[in-house]
């Protein structure tokens, strides 16, 4: 068996990371062991490790309670949603932010299956903060038949918290916005922040002299 190699390793830790599918307890260094004893080929695996509880209970510093507290953890992140899910696949410009403003448009499945199916490469590039590159790579990955399989695969392990895509407008188009305090009319800040931002609004951490609303 080959030995696990460092794009191996860099993509499954990000998977793992609490950024992304939020597996707790799962070290890079336990990672490479998974990769390394054929367990982890593609990310659905990690939801079949119970079949491997003995195993990895002989490694060095695993016992069955850790083993245990391990499978909890695995099953705990199958509850998650579509920002740190797509962060975990590892798509190449999509960080937490740009997972965000795809959402803000679709729902998971949704923005996979229009990805995957898309006869251009520019469809996701009017959102604000994609772009064309962005849209690009996002739909190139998508049309690879193995990330294509791999995610469903993974989708099948997963329970997936959707939210309402934001219905966009241009309210506040070419408007900058502070958001401090107390908010009344939304649950809480981030969801006026994804207002604005959904009106073609801007909101940013600090005044400056383009702030237009505080």
């Known amino acids: ?29 336990t990672v490479w062991k998974f990769i390394n004893h054929g367990f982890i080929r593609e990310y659905a ?20 309670k850790s083993v245990s507290n391990l499978l909890e953890s695995v099953e705990k992140s199958r509850h998650t ?15 937490g932010d740009v997972a965000k ?32 590159e962005k849209s690009a790579k996002f739909i190139a990955w998508f049309k690879d038949d193995v990330h294509f ?15 309402e895509p934001v219905e966009t407008g241009n309210k506040c188009q070419g408007l900058t ?6 908010v009344h009319h939304y649950k809480n800040r981030n969801e006026l922040k994804a207002y604005i931002e959904s009106q073609g609004g801007k909101v940013t951490g600090s005044v400056s002299k383009s702030t237009n609303f505080l």
Do not use: W
């Open 81 to 95: 949603d579509g920002r740190h899910l797509l962060y975990a696949l590892n798509i190449p410009l999509c960080g």
């Open 177 to 182: 916005f502070v958001v401090t305090g107390d």
């Open 1 to 29: 068996m080959q030995p696990a190699q460092p794009k191996q390793l860099k993509k499954f830790a990000r998977f793992v990371s609490k950024e992304g599918i939020n597996i707790d307890g799962i070290s890079e260094q």
């Open 45 to 64: 695996d990690f939801y079949k490790l119970k079949n491997y509880a003995f195993e990895i209970s002989c490694f060095e510093g695993f016992g069955k």
């Open 149 to 163: 399989q791999h995610v469903q695969h993974l989708l099948s392990e997963l329970i997936i918290e959707e939210q």
């Open 101 to 132: 403003k795809l959402l803000s448009r679709y729902k998971v499945k949704e923005l996979i299956e229009t990805a995957r199916l898309s006869m251009f490469d520019d469809e996701f590039a009017s959102i604000d903060g994609i772009g064309p």
